[in-house]
């Protein structure tokens, strides 16, 4: 079983940045796809960035290609979100998610473990 806890939300004005950190638990940390996700009031949950085992293979949603980059460090079992030009468009609670597929899973219903979330806010 894999434990996760996100860190790293706030208030920011658009145009700022943002990391975002999911730290997990369990040994088999470095075996699971990561995921980002985010949920804004009233809309259904959307992938953000998924990440596979290694690092070596990324994805990115449309909405955020070019300004976030998702990474991990697996010796300390952490994923990261590095959100860059924040958009009035991107606040949400932001969720990582851990994954025993294969390859990069765009929908939720593939990870397995979820987070608590974390809070952003962009200010325009």
């Known amino acids: 079983q894999v434990q996760l806890v996100e860190s790293g939300g706030g208030l920011v004005q658009a145009g700022d940045s943002l990391r975002l950190s999911c730290a997990g638990s369990g040994r088999a940390f470095s075996r699971y796809v990561m995921g980002w996700f985010r949920q804004a009031p009233g809309k259904e949950r959307d992938f953000v960035s998924g990440?596979?085992?290694?690092?070596?293979?990324?994805s990115y949603a449309d909405s955020v290609k070019g300004r976030f980059t998702i990474s991990r460090d697996n010796a300390k079992n952490t994923v990261y979100l590095q959100m860059n030009s924040l958009k009035p468009g991107d606040p949400a609670v932001y969720y990582c998610?851990?994954?025993?597929?294969?390859?990069?899973?765009?929908?939720?219903?593939?990870?397995?473990?979820w987070g608590q979330g974390t809070q952003v806010t962009v200010s325009s």
């Open positions: 990440i596979n085992w290694s690092g070596g293979s990324t």
């Open positions: 998610a851990a994954s025993a597929t294969v390859s990069i899973a765009e929908h939720g219903r593939h990870y397995d473990y």
